[in-house]
């Protein structure tokens, strides 16, 4: 029903700035809530960001708080991260997903993920 493909993704070096988007599939973009989650090896996957239907409001983890934005486009099926300020600590593969019920901090409760994309941070 919904397929998430990520981009964006790359090198960058500390204090740098990148850009990920997700491009959805499906009619029904606009009734999903939406989030970013990430994940190093050997670690647990961790909230980074999430935004509710209508793109009103927005919350972000610790880490990532004036540093990180979540936006969507409804109209392009599209959701995006513009991270600032990059840090080491933030080099992950990065995941989009979509929740029916709406935003949510937990990544179990999302219904739909896509494949990921990688982010690594140099010093």
């Known amino acids: 029903q919904v397929q998430l493909v990520e981009s964006g993704g790359g090198l960058v070096q500390a204090g740098g700035s990148l850009r990920l988007s997700c491009a959805a599939s499906g009619r029904t973009f606009s009734s999903y809530g939406m989030g970013w989650f990430r994940q190093a090896p050997g670690k647990e996957r961790e909230f980074v960001a999430t935004?509710?239907?209508?793109?009103?409001?927005?919350y972000y983890a610790d880490s990532v708080k004036d540093r990180f934005t979540i936006s969507r486009d409804n109209a392009k099926n599209t959701v995006y991260l513009q991270m600032k300020s990059l840090k080491p600590e933030d080099t992950a593969l990065y995941y989009c997903?979509?929740?029916?019920?709406?935003?949510?901090?937990?990544?179990?409760?999302?219904?739909?993920w896509g494949q990921g994309t990688q982010v690594t941070v140099s010093s």
């Open positions: 997903a979509a929740r029916a019920l709406g935003s949510s901090k937990t990544a179990s409760d999302y219904d739909y």
């Open positions: 935004i509710t239907r209508g793109g009103t409001i927005t």
